[in-house]
C-alpha cells in the first residue's frame, strides 16, 4: 500500500486495512476472491474491529471491578439460589429488551457482585451500556449531591 492510501484508510478510521493491505491483498488472491468478495471482507473485518473496539471501551466505561461471567458463578456454593431462573433470565435477556431493574439482595459473600457483573458484561456484550457502582458509592453520592444541590445531575448521569 502506498503511503496516500495508507493515509487515506487512516482518515477513514480503517486502522485494520492500513496496516494489513498486504497480507489483505494476498490472501484475496490465494482465495480468489471477486472484487465484490474483497471488497466485502475488508468492511466486514473492520466492522467486527470497531464493534470489538467499542465493546471494550464500553467495558473500560463500566467501572466493573473484577470481569466475573455467568459461567464460573459458583451455583453450588449458594444452594438457595435458583439457578435455573436465573440463568434464564441472563439466557433470554429480558431483563435488557424489558427494561428490567435487577436489584441483588443477601449477606456478604452470596454473590450479589458477581451476578450484577455477569449480567453487566452480558448487556454490554450485546451492544448497551452500563455502569457498576457499589451501592454504599452511590448513596454517597446521593447525600453530597443533596448538599450541593446537585441531585439532578446525579441522578441523570446514571
Same mark, same amino acid.
Given at each position: 500500500?502506498?503511503?496516500?492510501? *495508507? =493515509?487515506?484508510?487512516?482518515? +477513514?478510521?480503517?486502522?485494520?486495512?492500513?496496516?494489513?493491505?498486504?497480507?489483505?491483498?494476498?490472501?484475496? +488472491?490465494?482465495?480468489?476472491?471477486?472484487?465484490?468478495?474483497?471488497?466485502?471482507?475488508?468492511?466486514?473485518?473492520?466492522?467486527?474491529?470497531?464493534?470489538?473496539?467499542?465493546?471494550?471501551?464500553?467495558? *473500560? =466505561?463500566? @467501572?466493573?471491578?473484577?470481569?466475573?461471567?455467568?459461567?464460573?458463578?459458583?451455583?453450588?456454593?449458594?444452594? =438457595?439460589?435458583? *439457578?435455573?431462573?436465573?440463568?434464564? !433470565?441472563?439466557?433470554?435477556?429480558?431483563?435488557?429488551?424489558?427494561?428490567?431493574?435487577?436489584?441483588?439482595? @443477601?449477606?456478604? #459473600?452470596?454473590?450479589?457482585?458477581?451476578?450484577?457483573?455477569?449480567?453487566?458484561?452480558?448487556?454490554?456484550?450485546? #451492544?448497551?451500556? @452500563?455502569?457498576?457502582?457499589?451501592?454504599?458509592?452511590?448513596?454517597? !453520592?446521593?447525600?453530597?449531591? =443533596? @448538599?450541593?444541590?446537585?441531585?439532578?445531575?446525579?441522578?441523570?448521569?446514571?
Amino acid at each position: 500500500m502506498n503511503e496516500e492510501l *495508507k =493515509k487515506q484508510a487512516q482518515a +477513514l478510521g480503517l486502522k485494520h486495512l492500513a496496516q494489513n493491505w498486504d497480507q489483505l491483498c494476498a490472501s484475496a +488472491l490465494k482465495q480468489k476472491l471477486s472484487y465484490n468478495g474483497f471488497l466485502g471482507s475488508i468492511l466486514a473485518q473492520e466492522y467486527n474491529l470497531q464493534q470489538e473496539t467499542a465493546r471494550l471501551v464500553r467495558i *473500560k =466505561k463500566a @467501572g466493573i471491578p473484577e470481569l466475573l461471567v455467568m459461567q464460573t458463578f459458583p451455583f453450588e456454593r449458594q444452594p =438457595k439460589l435458583k *439457578k435455573k431462573f436465573v440463568v434464564e !433470565l441472563y439466557d433470554s435477556s429480558r431483563y435488557l429488551t424489558e427494561r428490567q431493574e435487577l436489584i441483588f439482595i @443477601g449477606p456478604t #459473600g452470596c454473590g450479589k457482585t458477581g451476578l450484577a457483573t455477569a449480567f453487566l458484561i452480558h448487556a454490554i456484550n450485546q #451492544g448497551y451500556r @452500563g455502569y457498576f457502582i457499589d451501592f454504599r458509592k452511590l448513596l454517597e !453520592l446521593l447525600l453530597r449531591s =443533596k @448538599g450541593d444541590h446537585t441531585e439532578s445531575r446525579v441522578i441523570k448521569r446514571f
